[in-house]
């Protein structure tokens, strides 16, 4: 079993900061990448940002340049360091890693529960 747990979201006024945590638990192998995705009222989930085992990252455009993730991996936690925030930032944020559970040749994806942020202008 593996258990994504996120903490770290709020209210904050537009160009303020947060950070958001994700800490992954349980019966772990290996885990192949780790990111965050949001999804505000009426829209579909997107990926907000990305990291890989080996440190690449990817993000996507409406955040780039103010949004960081990062990975301390022998933790495997994840952060999203999220400055000069928007109004449109506005959603529930959704912790995802693609994990390898201990006993297992395969890889899934696995969700943490949703934190809330809300950006007010």
Known sequence: ?????E???GLVQAGGSL???CVASGSISSI???GWYRQAPGKQRELVAGISSGGATNYADSVKGRF???DPNAKNT???QMNS???EDTAVYYCNANVRPSGSWLARDYWGQGTQV????
């Open 1 to 5: 079993q593996v258990q994504l747990v």
């Open 7 to 9: 903490s770290g979201g």
């Open 19 to 21: 950070r958001l945590s």
């Open 32 to 34: 192949n990448a780790m």
């Open 68 to 70: 960081t993730i990062s």
């Open 78 to 80: 994840v952060y999203l």
């Open 85 to 87: 925030l928007k109004p």
């Open 118 to 121: 809300t950006v007010s202008s």
